[in-house]
């Protein structure tokens, strides 16, 4: 702690430095000749003076000391400051990296949250365009079932009239069998194969007649067809075989 430069000043006054020179002057002056009271008196001055110079060296020092001590202390001052300083550049050096590192983190996590944005509306394409081929499926396949229907019943339509044509022709060759006309009742019986080749009516016919223009050959190929294509005329077409004198 830096000293008060008047603490000697106060010490001198408390201590009374020059009442004591004083008084030990006038007790000199009072026992001694004139000239040794002279001299007493001369040494109280050499005294006084003697003292202030004392009092004078000592705020001297007093005020060095207090000088070093303010030195010392603005020279702490001044390290304390330059380690602020230099705490506060590492800290600004830290709050960079910080601020660098928040960056790149935020930028990572937007590229992130991009990414994820983005698989998500692949993921909506995906599905959607999934939901569309399945209906996609799905209406091919009741179109195909539609067309198959309809192709089933057109031909239907056509079998039902294709069979229909082979009746007419079967029953006009029945109708010029009985007539007698048997080229003509061939002719019907041989187009009615045409719109259906697997008909037994029409072969049993046509194996009658090839009896009765005595072409065995024809007549046994035809038998043997219409009791391959229908065994429920099977007896009948047998009896009529027999009744012809078919070989078979």
């Not at 009072?30 to 040494?43: E, H, I, K, Q, R």
């Not at 509306?121 to 396949?141: F, K, N, P, W």
């Amino acid at each position: 702690m830096p000293l008060d430069p008047n603490f000697f000043n106060m010490a001198y006054s408390k201590g009374d430095w020059q009442r004591m020179v004083g008084n030990a002057a006038q007790r000199l002056q009072g026992t001694m000749p004139g000239d040794l009271s002279d001299t007493a008196a001369a040494v109280f001055m050499s005294g006084q003076q003697g003292a202030q110079a004392s009092r004078d060296g000592a705020a001297s020092m007093v005020r060095a000391q207090n000088s070093a001590a303010d030195r010392m202390v603005a020279a702490e001052r001044g390290g304390a400051d330059e380690i602020s300083d230099e705490v506060a550049d590492l800290r600004g050096v830290e709050m960079a990296n910080l601020g660098v590192n928040i960056v790149q983190t935020a930028t990572l996590a937007y590229g992130m949250y991009k990414i994820h944005a983005k698989m998500g509306e692949m993921h909506s394409d995906v599905v959607g365009h999934l939901t569309r081929l399945e209906q996609l499926a799905i209406d091919t396949r009741l179109q195909a079932e539609q067309q198959t229907a309809a192709t089933q019943a057109i031909l239907k339509v056509l079998t039902e009239s294709r069979r229909n044509e082979a009746n007419q022709l079967v029953s006009q060759g029945e109708r010029n069998e009985r007539a007698g006309f048997i080229d003509e009742a061939l002719d019907r019986f041989s187009k009615a194969l045409e719109f259906d080749n697997t008909d037994p009516v029409a072969w049993h016919h046509i194996a009658l007649l090839q009896v009765r223009k005595g072409d065995e050959a024809k007549a046994e190929d035809a038998f043997q067809r219409a009791v391959t294509f229908a065994q429920s005329y099977a007896s009948e077409i047998k009896d009529s075989a027999v009744r012809s004198h078919a070989p078979f």
